[in-house]
């Protein structure tokens, strides 16, 4: 494979003649949230890469980067500060990303209007405009409204569906069920969960919490020991057995800053989410580090596969040849708990699995 630094050399366009800037020139390398520092050398801007374009609704940062960029975590590193623009990684549709070369380096500029109308005053409502996230919110917006990580001890804890109402199996939207173990908690909504795989640390087997797979949400009809309930959204039939948390007030997914991962954050892929075995593009993943080992929001890693070993029967008497690992693809995080972090598979060249190992793009040799 190539280079990671070196992608796409032979079919790379010369960088322009240097010229002046027109405006103060961002640091080429900053110092990110995570402390790294990033060259960003000509090569790695795409052979096809526009000069400009102008941004649309359904965009995310990372589309919009992956038209510039080989890498698209690169995308923080290379802004040209424009002092009209408070924060540049909040990117609007109509919005315009211009690519320009300032002293034989790659920038990005945006363009926007700034608002300003000398118009009579004029009373009128109008929605406030939604900056381009910087990933598809359709791929991890049921994960964040319906699903949960079960730290350790909350599934024994939590109150349980006992049973469906009428002799019922299962339930679903509309119908009534049982459930125990309230206590002297009166809230009213609540989230239903089914606990899922264990998770366990792949590296030092340490048990880390469970999986938990959004069922749907039922409202307290009648105190008590058994309580009623009914099931008021259902996303699948609800089981004896499957837990219930308070419904989480509606969670904000902050900023994220797309960027590599720190060198000396490794981490190990501990399971797709609600997935069998193997993960592809726009499915989750859980990793075993989370807040505790510094992890910060939009970081990205390339994943590999584990390093397996096999015997050569050629000219090797049978001796054990350790593989490389071959590289899976590109995840960027989240979600950040405690112990573990929950990441978005972006690209897939091959499925990611348990175990796969991640790192930041700055060590690859690719």
Known sequence: ????????????????ESQE???????????????VAVSVPPQLIRPAAPTRYVVVKGDTLWDISSRFLSNPWLWPEIWLVNPQIKNPHLIYPGDI????????????????DDGIKRLKPIVRTTPLPQPVPAL????????????????EGAAENAPYMLAAADGHLMAAKGMDIYARGFGEDRTTTWQMVRAGKRYYDPVT?????QEGIGVGTAEVLVVG?????????????????????????????????????????????????????????F?????????????????????????????????????????????????????IDEKVAHA???????????????????????
Not at 97 to 112: A, D, F, T
Not at 205 to 209: K, P, R, S, T, V
Not at 255 to 270: K, N, S, T, Y
Request: aromatic share 6%.
């Open 1 to 16: 494979m190539a280079a990671l630094f070196a992608v796409g050399c032979a079919s790379t366009p010369t960088a322009p």
């Open 21 to 35: 800037p027109a405006a103060p020139l961002a640091q080429v390398a900053p110092e990110n949230t995570l402390g």
């Open 97 to 112: 990303v211009s690519l320009e070369w300032i002293n034989g380096k790659p920038v990005l500029r945006i363009e926007r």
């Open 136 to 151: 598809p919110m359709d791929a991890i917006q049921s994960f964040i409204q319906h699903a949960r990580f079960i730290d």
């Open 205 to 209: 087997a340490e048990y880390l919490g």
């Open 225 to 281: 020991d058994p309580a009623r309930l009914r099931i008021e959204n259902s996303l699948r039939e609800a089981l004896p057995g499957d837990l219930l948390f308070p419904v989480p007030e509606e969670e904000f997914i902050p900023e994220l800053l797309l960027q590599p991962v720190a060198e000396d954050i490794e981490a190990r892929v501990v399971a797709g989410f609600d997935v069998i075995t193997r993960v592809g593009q």
């Open 283 to 335: 499915q989750i993943i859980t990793l075993n580090c989370g807040s505790e080992h510094d992890l910060a929001l939009g970081a990205t890693f390339e994943g590999f596969a584990q390093n397996t070993r096999i015997e050569d029967n050629v000219r090797g008497d049978g001796a054990l040849v350790t593989l490389p690992g071959e590289y899976r693809g590109l995840a960027v995080v989240f979600r």
């Open 344 to 366: 978005l598979v972006m690209n897939a060249e091959q499925p990611m699995q348990a175990g796969d190992h991640l790192r930041s793009p700055l060590l690859s040799a690719r």
